[in-house]
């Protein structure tokens, strides 16, 4: 499976973004895709994953309500909207796959950049 993501960028706080991860097989037969983001020394963390079923899970409650993962089956793509951006948001962002329900993210986007200033 190979992963193209796209958004990111820079943006002030309170801001919006939206991440994209374009996949190259059909999304739905994925069995879990997922986003995580990583700062600098620091491991990678899952913010939110979704099943090939469609179900949601968010690993971190105190994102939820900022953060929305979704996807779009159409257009074999994953998406992470981000509103009401903080500075500690600040991260690189990464999208992932576990096409044959592994348990393990073995397929990774190439990461994108989210700069929020304050």
């Known amino acids: 499976v190979h992963l193209a993501q796209s958004g990111g960028g820079w943006v002030q706080a309170g801001g919006s973004l939206r991440l994209s991860c374009a996949t190259s097989?059909?999304?739905?037969?994925?069995?879990?895709m997922a986003w995580y983001r990583q700062t600098p020394g620091n491991e990678r963390k899952l913010i939110a994953a979704i099943s090939s079923g469609g179900y949601v899970y968010y690993e971190q409650a105190s994102l939820k309500g900022r953060f929305t993962l979704s996807r779009d089956t159409a257009k074999n793509t994953l998406y992470l909207e981000m509103i009401d951006l903080k500075p500690e948001d600040t991260a690189m962002y990464y999208c992932a796959a576990d096409p044959n329900g592994s348990g393990s993210y073995d397929y990774w986007g190439q990461g994108t950049q989210v700069t929020v200033s304050s």
């Open positions: 097989q059909s999304i739905v037969w994925v069995d879990a």
